[in-house]
């Protein structure tokens, strides 16, 4: 059993598009961090939220730490090809003494 | 150098072999984790090591697979008698040992059992 589930699972938009993408668990976490990931590289880091109901803007992307710090989610505004990869939220439950979870994944294909 | 170095970049074995994949750390991160990464697919967690406390191992799939770390530096994943299920992308992580810090990932090893 995954402890973070991310959907959806795929996501193929045109340019311009807005997106959502969720992570949602049943564990509370201390934080709750996203990275992205492109072919044949190791993911990176794009945000961490700490606080519940934390909203984040990174450019055009939008993150959001749940209230109960059981989910997260990122909006994407006017979507571009740039933005294709795999999005991976990632996050410490608490009471693992900083084990650092990822989600199942997000693949996101943008075209023009 | 500056990054997380995982090596051999790439490595095609015979079922039944034994593999070994390296991973250095970036210096002065106390924190080193493992995890596998099917095609597509999310990252599976394996297994973590926090400066000279026991290692978390309870990712690892089967007896099989072990890990080592020698204090706060250079780690090795073994994979023993390897399976065709086997063949993922392992990917090494490290990060100062603090929670909510950033992890920062190697490029990771490529295995291919035939």
């Known amino acids: 059993t995954q402890l973070l589930e991310q959907s959806p699972q795929f996501l193929s938009i045109q340019e311009g598009e807005n997106l959502t993408v969720y992570c949602n668990s049943s564990s509370v976490f201390s934080s709750l961090q996203w990275y992205r990931q492109e072919p044949g590289e190791g993911p990176v880091l794009l945000v961490t939220v700490v606080t519940g109901g934390e909203v984040k803007k990174l450019k055009r992307l939008t993150f959001q730490f749940g209230d109960a710090r059981k989910d997260s989610s990122l909006h994407i505004t006017a979507a571009q090809p740039g933005d294709t990869g795999l999005y991976l939220c990632a996050g410490e439950a608490i009471g693992t003494a900083s084990k650092l979870t990822f989600g199942t994944g997000t693949r996101l294909q943008v075209t023009l | 150098g500056a990054g997380v170095s995982q090596s051999p970049s790439n490595k095609v074995t015979e079922k039944g072999k034994d593999v070994e994949l390296r991973c250095d750390p970036i210096s002065g991160h106390t924190a080193l984790y493992w995890y596998r990464q099917r095609l597509g697919q999310g990252l599976e967690f394996l297994i973590y090591?926090?400066?000279?406390?026991?290692?978390?191992k309870s990712g690892l799939p089967s007896d099989r697979f072990s890990a080592e770390r020698t204090g706060e530096s250079v780690s090795t994943l073994t994979i023993q008698r390897t399976q065709q299920e086997d063949s993922a992308v392992y990917l090494c992580?490290?990060?100062?040992?603090?929670?909510?810090?950033?992890?920062?990932f190697g490029q990771g090893t490529r295995l291919t059992v035939v």
């Open positions: 090591f926090q400066g000279n406390s026991a290692p978390d």
């Open positions: 992580a490290s990060r100062l040992g603090r929670m909510n810090t950033e992890a920062f």
